[in-house]
């Protein structure tokens, strides 16, 4: 591992994948994911590696057919709808797209025409002009 590559132990790394301390060491015990150990004798697994880890079982996930329409947004989060709030002509929908909370407001007509309820699938896509990415003042 590099010197200054970031290290995350076991259990930060399940908890950035979304799965379980368990699941990431049967990755690592199966040789998918590679893992060394730290100072103290902790198994940890390096920042670049858990990248690329990650970015593969993201292309590996399948998602649910959009009707065959192609889109210019690459953020698609797909998950369980969690909560519907309609209020008149808005309404706010919440979903659980795996560790993730996304919430998105919309006209309480598209709500009823989509049939979103909770429980139902459904995929929050994201495009944005302006996407801040912000980093842990450790990594500087």
């Not at 970031?6 to 998918?32: C, M």
């Not at 309609?86 to 929908?93: E, K, S, T």
Request: glycine letters at 10%; one cysteine or more.
């Amino acid at each position: 591992m590099l010197a200054n590559m970031p290290q995350y132990r076991i259990g930060s790394a399940a908890s950035l994948l979304g799965v379980s301390d368990d699941t990431v060491r049967r990755w690592v015990e199966d040789g998918h994911l590679a893992a060394g150990t730290d100072d103290a004798g902790r198994k940890v697994v390096d920042g670049a590696e858990l990248a690329r880890y990650a970015q593969e079982l993201a292309e590996r996930r399948q998602l649910p057919d959009v009707g065959g329409v192609t889109s210019s947004a690459r953020n698609r989060f797909t998950g369980l709808v969690t909560r519907v709030r309609a209020d008149g002509v808005m309404a706010q929908v919440d979903l659980q797209c795996g560790p993730f909370r996304v919430v998105s407001l919309m006209s309480a007509e598209a709500v009823e025409e989509l049939g979103l309820e909770p429980g139902s699938l459904a995929s929050a896509v994201v495009k944005a002009t302006t996407v801040i990415v912000e980093a842990p003042r450790e990594n500087r």
